[in-house]
């Protein structure tokens, strides 16, 4: 059996753009078991943006499931963005997880927005000045949200959704100066901890699509500009090596990634 997995990240909403993606969604049932959204659906994280959202990602027809990005805080109206997805049945996810039920099995999710602190080598550390232990303390808090909502899933198989990256790959193509503001190793290590199967991401405009943690899970960057499309398709299967990942893009062209 298979898990039919969409997702897009960064889609940025607001009136001047709501209803660019609601034609390809509608066509969600038949394309995918589920909608994984990674964070910055909004422009400036406003109660009216996320409204946008709401009526273009809501009532799709399959469960849709997101967590915030950097730009859904921009306004400090977190509550209300996430009560107005809510309203549309959209499930966020901060430092928690959900179960759903489709007919390949049981798929786990479990999501945070993440934070920025750099990559083996090249990373922030929790010394010095208190703003900056203060930095790496909010990105090892996130990653160990992620850890705990991993490990609390009983699911088939599992899924890590942040906005910011767990892994330098697919950052390739950003300027290497700004990798510390796109992600960190700890979110790395947190899906790794786990059996978790496939890992997506947001954030890294300019990025590439695909790479690794360190452990072997697949990561996939869905942010729009990256993915040129209204959303990716993953087919997960309990009979595949958790390594391996299948795509099909919305256009209907299919990739396979070993």
């Not at 999501?111 to 990373?123: H, L, Q, Y």
Request: proline content about 5%.
């Amino acid at each position: 059996m298979v898990i039919r997995i969409a997702a897009v990240g960064d889609v940025h909403l607001d009136e001047d753009v709501v209803g660019r993606f609601r034609p390809a969604l509608e066509e969600m049932p038949g394309n995918a078991d589920v909608l994984l959204l990674a964070g910055d659906l909004t422009r400036h994280g406003t109660e009216v943006e996320a409204r946008c959202v709401a009526r273009e990602f809501g009532g799709l027809g399959v469960p849709v499931v997101a967590v915030l990005g950097n730009h859904d805080h921009q306004c400090d109206q977190v509550p209300q963005v996430v009560g107005a997805l809510e309203e549309a049945g959209i499930v966020v996810l901060e430092g928690n997880g959900v179960v759903l039920d489709s007919p390949g099995g049981r798929l786990g999710v479990a999501g945070v927005k993440g934070f920025g602190g750099g990559f083996a080598g090249r990373c922030a550390s929790d010394f010095g000045e208190p703003e900056m232990k203060a930095f790496v303390r909010t990105t090892t808090e996130s990653a160990d949200r992620l850890a705990e909502a991993l490990h609390s899933l009983d699911c088939d198989l599992l899924v890590a959704l942040t906005h910011y990256s767990p892994v330098p790959d697919t950052l390739a193509g950003e300027p290497l100066e700004i990798y510390p503001f796109l992600g960190s190793y700890q979110l790395g290590q947190a899906i790794d901890s786990a059996p978790t199967a496939l890992a997506l991401h947001g954030h890294a405009h300019h990025g590439s699509e695909r790479g690794t943690t360190p452990g072997g899970v697949r990561v996939r960057n869905v942010a729009h500009p990256v993915i040129k499309q209204a959303y990716s398709i993953f087919h997960l299967g309990d009979h595949l090596d958790q390594a391996q990942v299948s795509g099909i893009g919305a256009g209907g062209i299919q990739q396979s990634w070993s």
